[in-house]
Every structure is written in structure tokens, then in C-alpha cells.
DNA sequence: CTGAAAGCGCTAACAT
DNA sequence: ATGTTAGCGCTTTCAG
């Protein structure tokens, strides 16, 4: 109120006249006051502004009332990601709670994150804070699976396989006879899987298979040149699949240049979806993740896991699905 | 270590064979003792993997260790503001601080978040949080000035008035004579400063101004129909300048559809650059708003006023540019 | 150079 | 139904 400094527990006490605990009983709902002192404390502890001090809560509780979201440094451009973190803080607000953001950026100087668990989007198997994360004792939730040996409290996993292999035979229907993955590498689960349902699916289908494997966070040129690459060597290629969430936009000129027609001599679809394909021409085809909602399943879990309601080594599924666009239907 | 939980200061004191004190003097370099027992407490600490309590310390300085960051929720899809937070949560780390999101998509029911100071990034004068923020006691940095009757500790600018300018003169330079505007409503610095200067400039060039004015967030659909409506209502427009994030490329199919050629009959540019604006057929010319220099920009003012060493009341400018593109290049 | 004690603001156990 | 007391783990006087 005055320029006394943060208006305590306390000063709300001795104003309202009772004591410290009778005070916080109220202000709390403890259900040990009557409501005509509740009703008095509060309205004292309003008229004073009274602002409770989380970190002697927290102190006192052995709890921060925040989580932790740490989010690979190299994939934090796309709109991706950004939907995915507000997933997490809204669902978070609801339960009222903070969310810390925190990277790989910097080394894992700091000791401690004031945090009572940790959502992980997409780990990479080389990050070391995922690692020093994983190893800690706080409940950590990854939004799909850590590929390396550390066992996360909880897993929300989507089938990126199936979609993967419904973008395959929607192509293939389409009339496409090679089809090349431009890929994301393997450290990540993600990575992982298109990869590896994509040489399944060649290998039951009898098609030769045409990979190429690009680290996380590679600029828009070296996707690029991959696909200028593709294209020179293997001539036939008919239909593109890319996977890193950018790529497909970014390599619509290569195509052109090298005298395709999108949706006609190729069709070309992306394995993460954005606005941005909506309104290229043609429209490109791609692979909803439904981040958001990814990203409340995350926070939705690890609470679960922090309330005991649900157990450690509990894994979720999240939809997702597949929206055609005009750049894989001909004519 | 063990299951003992959490390895506290008095554990570390009472295995080193020193005091409280000490202990803590030791782990944090106060320069009070010798470096022979420093180096051993420090040796025993990390023996026992001893992690400091955030809480305890923040209880006792009075601090807390992390910053706040509030976003817009309607903005919040665009990768500007994903730029703009990894800048803060950069820059933050650097100083060894966290960053907390704030939203306003929940009521602000929280009492207070355990923040030291608050960035807020393009506030919007009808965000109630936002209001809140302002008021509150902890120093608030904005990223544009706030629109509305409060004084922000700091601000960070960008001239995106001059830059409008330029575009503007560059449009002109290359032909267009009817130059029209989609613009983003005036709860916003930065939409009032880009309604405010093209009006000028149409003034003091003896040009009709065409203006059409969408609130934030709009769907792009909507963007859309603003511009077709646009095309009909004055065919003679022949530069388009897009206000806000994604529109420019939202409507290109639009503005194809009505038969223009961008780069030819119709310059197309935007206010806000993005990857999408690289790879679009042709690249769309625009604002490059630097988020991430602008979010680590406001980050450091924040820790300078926190310091002290920035007086209250201190703007710094930001600075912007632009990249011209084919879509506004003829020929 | 180091130790002992006080206390940051809060909640939980134990009294009334 | 309310008050008293004892800390949560840490940093900071104040004494040696």
C-alpha cells in the first residue's frame, strides 16, 4: 500500500487482530476459521494488498508451483514449437502454475530450476541438459520418446509412424512410383520413426528406397542443395516427402527451377504442418501434430504424475492427423 | 545422493567439518576464507551433489532469479515472438536467470509470480494483465512503448515509422502509384505508429490513403476477405504493404486469384518478415524486425534497471531494417 | 579467517 | 475456533 515495503502475513494478522496462523488459515481456505473472521482477514488482507511471498511458500511446502520446459535450442524456429510451449503454459495456468523456459543454449551452470517437474519437447539423445534433466530427480514428461537410456516419468506419444505410411499411400495412389524422404536425423524420436517407417514401407512395397538425412537445425540452403542433389541424381524421383518442419516451403523455388510442376510431375507434402503451407501454390500437404494440444498433454501429465495420479512410466497418446492439400492431387 | 533427499548446506557444513557459514561463504567465492577450505568444501559439496535451495535463497535476498515474460495470446502463433522469446530467455541465461511465461489467457487469479521484473512484448492497451503488470510493483520493460497512461520502467524501440518510410519511398521509387495499407488495429504502438505514418506520408505526398484495419489476430481468412474486398472497391491499387504477420502471404492466392502478377501489377510487401516471406513465389519483400535482438535487448534493460545501473524511465532503440524482395522489384 | 545466532515469510504440529 | 511454537534452507550481522 505505502512505500512500508511487501505487505506480510504478519502486518495482515496484527491488522486484522488475530494470529499469524488463524490469518493464513483464512486467507487459504483451511476450513479452521469461521467465515465472519475469513470474511474480516480478507477483507483486510485486500485493503492492505496483501501479496503472498511465493518463495516462503514454496520453502515451506517443498514446492515452486512452476514446471520446467526445455525445448532443443537448434528446432526453435517454427511455429511448431511455439504453439507446443503455449499448450503447456495454458494448461499449466489452469492448474496454477508458472512455466520456466529453459534451453541448452547455455551450459548447465545453474544448479537448480526452481521447478516441481519438467516437460521435454522433443529430446535430442546429444543434449546434455536433457540428459542432466533426465538424470535428476525431478518428474520429467517427454513429448515423444527419449531415444537414448534414461526413462523419463512420462511419455506423450504420437503415431507419427501411421500417418507417415497413410502420407505414403495417399501418394502412392496418387499415382507416384519414387519417392524420396528428404529426413531429419536420428536423435530424436521423431527423426527416428519417419525414418525407419519409411524404409519399411519401400521394402514391403518392393520400392527402392531415396533418403536424405540432414541434421537438426540445418539452415534453408543446405535443405536446398539436398533436394538440388536429390533431383540431379535420381531424375525419376516423382513425389518428396519432407520432414524438418521448414523444409517443404524452403524448397518449393528448387523445384520450380528444376522445372517441376508441383502437384503434377511431383507432388511434394511435409511432415510437420503450418500456416505457411496453406498458402504456398500449390497448397502443400502435410502432417498435422496438433502442437497445442501435444503441449496440454504434456502439462497434463506431469501434473498427474506430481498429484500421484498417475504412476511413473505412464504414456499417453495424442492424435494427429493428415491434411491434403492440392500439392499431392493431380489435376 | 542417497534417498536422503535433497543434500542441504548444513549437510555439506557438518561433512566438511566447518560451519553454516562457511559452507556457504565457501560455495558462493565471498572472499572470507582461505582457499584451502574452499577448495574442500567445495570438493565435499559436490561429493554429496549438493544443489542449493532456489527457495531459501530467494526468501533471504529477497530476490527471486527469474524474470517474467508476458506475450499477447493472439500473437502468439507467429515466429517473430518465437524469436523474441528465445532472445530473452537468452539473454537471461547469460545472467543466470530464468524465465517465467506469462499469458493472459486465465484470469490473472495468481496472486503474485516469483519474478523480479517483467518484459512484456508489443502490450496491448486492452490487456487487463497487462494493466496489471504495469501497476504492480516490480519493474516492467516493454518492447514498443504502451499505448495506454503507464510508465514502464524501460522501453524498447524500433523506428518502425522510418522503416515504413523507406518501404513506402522504395514502392513509390518503383512505380506504384496507388498504395494501399492492411493494417493492424491501434491498441499496439507499433499498429498506431504503421497507420499513423502511411496517413502521413499519403498526406505530405498528395496520395489517397487506403487503409484497411484488422484486429489482432485475426484469422487469415479474414485478412483474406479484407483484401478481396480491397481489389473490388479500388481496382487501381497497385502496391500493397501487409501489416500484420502472416498476412502477406496469406493472400497472395488471393491476390492471384483476382488475376494480379506481384512484382509486376501489384508490389506486395510486409511489415513483418519471416522465413514463410523467402520461399514464396516471388520472395516477399519486408520489415525485418530483428525479434531476437529485440527480446535480449529488453532482457538487458531489465537487468540493468534490476542493477541499478540504468535509471527508470530509460528507452533504448532497437534497430530494424529492411529487405527488399522480387515481389516489389519489377522486371 | 571462521563460528554463532538471527531471521527472511510462511505453514504445520501442537496446544489451548 | 484460535493462538503458540518450530522450523523449511539460506545469507547476513555480529563476535570472536
New binding site residues.
Partial sequence: MSTE??V??????KAA?????????A??N?G???E???QHVIAVANRLG????P???S????TTGAIGLHLPEVLTRSEYYMSFVFGVVDQAARMNCDVTLLTSHHPPSRATHRVDGVVLGDPLETDAVVRGLLDSSVPVVTCERFTGDAEPAGVVLSDHGAQLERLLGHLADAGAQHIALLASSTVTDWGRTLQRTYLDWCERNGRHARLREMAFGSPTTVMQDHVRALLNAEPEVDALVCAPDGAAAAVLPVLRAAGRTIGEDLLLASCVDSTALRYTDPPITAIDLRPREAGAACARLLFDILAGEAPRGTSRAQPIGLTVRRSTVRG
Avoid: E, F, Q, W
Fill in positions: 515495503g511487501p506480510t502475513l504478519i502486518a495482515v494478522a487482530g488475530v494470529s499469524k496462523t488463524t490469518a493464513s488459515d486467507l487459504r483451511s479452521r476459521v469461521s465472519r473472521t475469513r496483501y501479496t503472498p511471498n518463495s516462503a511458500r520453502l515451506r511446502m517443498a
